[in-house]
């Protein structure tokens, strides 16, 4: 009964917290959108052992190089890409996963919509996220944001029953 409240404000709260990440981000330099790519590479390919290098730049696009610790698993192209995703973006990825000795990319956009970039690459991305995908991932990574936990006390009315 108490817990309704206390989850639409913490709703509230996500959702507020959301759209300041969204704005940031748009606004971020290509510094920023490199530490973010190194930063959410654990949570993007769902393995700790996986840690982001900073590898290219570009004018609208930072690299990094997700690379694991464990041997025999592969590295993989991790491209932060703000504006329009042309033919040309497309080569520089291709060339990109080449010195990067990776088969696997992913592809992030910081835009309202994701870029199909197959035809520019020749294959599909492993991974495509559009800026909501950015932020929810950023989020549930605490990747840009700060967490304060509290403690939320209500009375356990079987406590008093006999």
């Known amino acids: 009964m108490h817990e309704e409240p206390l989850d639409a404000m913490l709703a ?42 900073p590898f290219d730049e570009g004018e609208n696009w930072v690299e990094v190089v997700a690379r694991s610790r464990v041997a025999g698993l592969p590295p993989i192209l991790v491209r932060v890409h703000r504006g329009p995703f042309d033919a040309a ?3 520089s990825v291709i060339s990109s996963l080449r010195n990067a000795d990776s088969t696997q990319v992913a592809v992030i956009f910081v835009n309202d919509r994701a870029v199909n970039v197959a035809p520019f690459i020749g294959a599909d991305a492993q991974w495509t996220f559009d800026l909501d995908g950015l932020v929810n991932l950023m989020l549930n990574a605490g990747v840009g944001v700060t967490e304060r936990k509290v403690a939320a006390i209500f009375i356990d009315g079987g406590y008093f029953d006999r």
Request: proline letters at 4%; aromatic letters at 2%; charged letters at 25%.
């Open 12 to 53: 509230a709260l996500r959702t507020r917290a959301a759209a300041e990440l969204k704005e940031a981000l748009r606004a971020a330099p290509m510094s920023v959108l490199r530490k973010v790519a190194v930063d959410i590479v654990p949570a993007l390919v769902r393995v700790t052992s996986y840690a982001g290098e």
């Open 89 to 91: 973006d497309g080569l």
